[in-house]
C-alpha cells in the first residue's frame, strides 16, 4: 500500500464528500458555477480544499472578522490613496488575516496564505494584492533564502509588508492598476537571478 496516495484518497474523499452535501441542500438539478468549482476542487489534486465542511464552517467566521475589519477600517479606499501610516495598518492587518493559515484553531487544509490573498484581493480589490510567489520574485520582494528548490515561497505572510509598499509607490505613479501591475509582472520569466540584489 502507498500511504501517501492513500492519504490522498482519503483528503480527495472530503471533497467529494463536501460536493454531495451540497448537492443534498440544492432544491434542483441545474448546474451552476459552484458545482463545476466543486468537481475542479476534488479533481484537482494537492491544491485541493480538503477540510470538512462542518469544519470550513467553523473557521469561515473568523476569516470575515478579519476582512470586516479591514472594511471598516479602509472601506472602499485605494492602495494608492492610504498614507504611509495608513499602509502600515493595512499591512499589519493583512499578514494577521493570512497568518490564519498557519493557526491550528483555524486554517483550512488546502487554502494556504497565497489563496487567502486572492480571496482578499477580490474583496478588496484596489487596495489588496494578491500575494504570488512569481510577482514576489519578479518585484525582488524575496532573496534566495526566502525560496525553496522549487521556487516556491517558505513564509508568504513575512513578505506581505515589502510586497504591498511595492504596489503602494507603483500604484501612485497612476499610469497602471493594480491588475495591471500584477500582470505584468506575472507574465514575466522568474528573475531568479535577481534574488540576491537589492533594490
Partial sequence: MDKGSERRWENLNVALENYRLYLGRKSDDVLTLIDLLHISNFKGGNASITEPEAEIARKLPEYER????????????????????????????????????????????????????????????????????????????????????QLQVKSIPDHVGPLISWFHDALQSGQASMRDLDRAQFIKPLDVAGLDESD
Avoid: W
Wanted: net charge positive; aromatic share 6%; glycine share 4%.
Fill in 66 to 149: 478579519r476582512m470586516d475589519a479591514i472594511r471598516n477600517e479602509f472601506g472602499t479606499m485605494g492602495l494608492a490613496n492610504l498614507s504611509n501610516q495608513q499602509r502600515a495598518s493595512l499591512v499589519k492587518m493583512v499578514k494577521k488575516t493570512l497568518e490564519l493559515s498557519s493557526n491550528e484553531q483555524f486554517c483550512i487544509r488546502g487554502f494556504g496564505p497565497s489563496y487567502l490573498s486572492a480571496l482578499l484581493h477580490a474583496h478588496f480589490p484596489d487596495l489588496i494584492p494578491i500575494i504570488d510567489r512569481r510577482i514576489l520574485i519578479n518585484t525582488r520582494r524575496v532573496k534566495r533564502k526566502d525560496v525553496n528548490s
